[in-house]
């Protein structure tokens, strides 16, 4: 893909590193991100792109009231609503908002993407069943695609690209070449472990040199604080300690909790939801021993020794 003229704004990303929670700020002329801190479990990030003409709004949010927060951003810059919701993997807190924006807005993902939604429910409201989730109708994509989308404006695109498996079997990333923006999705993280159970290791990394390759200036990451390309090298450092760390354990024959439990995690170790690492090497293990990128995984006793790593049920503040 050709990156096209970059027009980024070098302010822009501080800003969005600084807004208050559930803001939407610029990161580029006609782009924009919506960040929700602190990028723990269900707090994910979100994009705007509205170049004139259609707009396009990458990923939604996880409860009734967080997502209208995100609508009424999404109304200060277009009145009537963005014209595309793209969802760059099934997980709730990236679709569970689709419903407050369609049928006006397309929803659009991967094809894998609409089946795995479709699947999933509303499943991970059952998981932390304090948080006031509010109504969150199951709203599925109604336009899909398997390799590449361009959705266009008078003056952007935004080209969805799958380069799954990485985070899920199937994750889009929303690339805005006139302004070297990149939205991640959940395939790069800031300040927040990475959770690659569901997708794979070894997939993460060739969707992490692929995004590289972009040469993206802005780097909006499904969880966390706005940055540049560090972003992608920060989450490529920990996908190798990962391996390396599954490799000690396979070697020794430790369990994957107990890997995890032993682990030196050294300049990753202060990173938000750190018990996600169990669930890390219970993939990488998997790999290790043959199963393919992406395939199932037992997700329920995964989550299980998370909890125990962590000594009672993850915080979540959706």
């Not at 590193?17 to 707090?43: H, K, M, N, Y």
């Not at 810059?77 to 908002?97: A, E, K, S």
């Not at 924006?101 to 993407?113: D, E, K, L, S, Y």
């Not at 043959?290 to 998370?306: N, T, Y």
Request: proline share 6%; charged share 20%.
């Amino acid at each position: 893909m050709a990156t096209g003229t970059h027009e980024v704004r070098t302010e822009a990303p501080e800003a969005a590193r600084t807004a208050g929670p559930g803001s939407l700020v610029p990161v580029a002329d006609g782009v924009f991100a919506f960040v929700q801190p602190e990028g723990g479990w269900c707090l994910n990030n979100a994009g705007l792109v509205a170049g004139g003409g259609r707009s396009v709004l990458v990923d939604t949010a996880a409860t009734e009231s967080r997502t209208r927060r995100l609508r009424e951003e999404v109304a200060r810059i277009v009145p009537d609503g963005p014209d595309y919701v793209v969802n760059t993997h099934f997980h709730g807190d990236h679709t569970f908002g689709n419903g407050q924006f369609a049928p006006r807005a397309v929803v659009v993902a991967h094809a894998g993407t609409r089946a795995d939604t479709r699947e999933a429910g509303l499943g991970l409201r059952g998981l932390w069943p304090d948080v006031d989730w509010g109504e969150t109708p199951l709203t599925l994509p109604t336009l899909t695609f398997r390799d590449e989308l361009t959705l266009y404006g008078d003056r952007l695109r935004t080209e969805l690209l799958h380069v799954g498996p990485a985070h899920t079997a199937n994750d889009v990333v929303a690339w805005v070449p006139e302004r070297a923006v990149l939205f991640t999705g959940d395939v790069v993280w800031s300040g927040v472990t990475p959770y690659i159970l569901m997708g794979s290791v070894t997939g993460s990394l060739r969707a992490l040199e692929r995004m590289r390759a972009l040469r993206p200036e802005v780097v909006v990451p499904g969880h966390g604080p706005v940055g540049g390309p560090e972003l992608i090298d920060a989450t490529e450092s920990y996908l190798h300690l990962l391996q390396a760390l599954a490799q000690d354990g396979v070697r020794r024959g430790l369990s994957p909790l107990r890997a995890a439990r032993e682990a030196d995690l050294g300049a990753f170790a202060s990173l938000l939801d750190s018990e996600r690492l169990v669930g890390n090497l219970h993939r990488a293990y998997a790999e290790i021993e043959g199963l393919a990128p992406g395939a199932r995984i037992d997700v329920a006793a995964s989550f299980k020794e998370m909890v125990a790593f962590h000594g009672g049920l993850p915080a979540c503040h959706a």
